[in-house]
């Protein structure tokens, strides 16, 4: 069977793309990296791939004028690797057109919260500091907007009365690692299918739990 061509593009540690490594080289996912983009020169990301043999390569983008002429220059080393899945791990980059029609509904990104609410940055804290009783993270198909796109997939953590906004943070990292791996094989399966902002997923098990709570119910 064909593997799936994947291009990660990364700014930073890059612990979701080594959870994606992780589930290729465990034979849980039907997918090779044919090569890894930073936009950020020495970060750990680079060293992940060049580790796992990998194809990385740096296109700073402070060496470009504009956002669109970045993306041009990604866009040609993206296809110039065969891609045929882009896979942002921590890119911290507003996409453009240039990039987003070259791979129309091609791209995924990962949110470290529920989407649509806490959109953007520092988002782990600002669920935190607003008090709410569920956070979690989200896998959605990136569009032109801001963490907008249509969601495939997310996990709900609990949000405890003891709990830091590190502590936090580091629960809905362990849920990232879990749930990108599986989008990615869910689109590799072909099973994923677009319907305006819905994602139907061919052949899901419906989650057997009705209902979550936080605090647990009591007497009722």
């Keep these: 069977m064909k593997k799936m061509h994947l291009g990660v593009l990364v700014s930073g540690g890059g612990t979701n793309l080594q959870s994606i490594i992780d589930s290729i080289n465990d034979g849980r996912l039907d997918a090779t990296i044919t090569v890894v983009i930073s936009n950020v020169p020495g970060v750990r990301s680079l060293e992940r791939a ?4 990998i194809p990385a390569v740096v296109i700073d983008h402070e ?3 504009t956002r669109e002429a970045f993306d041009r220059e990604v866009v040609a080393v993206l296809q110039a690797h065969r891609v045929e899945l882009v896979i942002m791990a921590g890119f911290m980059r507003i996409l453009t057109p240039v990039l987003l029609r070259a791979f129309p509904l091609k791209i995924m990104n990962i949110h470290p919260a529920l989407l649509p609410s806490f959109q953007g940055l520092h988002v782990q804290k ?3 500091d607003y008090g709410v009783k569920f956070s979690g993270c ?5 569009d032109e907007g801001v963490d907008t ?3 495939i997939i997310q996990s709900v953590v609990p949000v ?3 709990d830091t906004a590190e502590k936090l943070q580091q629960r809905i990292l362990k849920e990232e690692h879990r749930i990108y791996p599986q989008a990615i094989q ?3 399966e072909g099973r994923l299918e677009v319907a305006g902002r819905r994602v139907r997923i061919k052949d899901a098990r419906p989650m057997e739990i009705p209902a979550l709570h936080n605090p647990t119910l009591e007497k009722f």
Excluded: E
């Design 50 to 53: 060049r580790q796992n043999n």
């Design 63 to 65: 060496r470009f004028s």
């Design 126 to 128: 600002k669920a935190f």
């Design 138 to 142: 989200t896998v959605h198909f990136a």
């Design 149 to 151: 796109g249509p969601i």
């Design 160 to 162: 405890y009365d003891d």
């Design 186 to 188: 869910l689109y590799a």
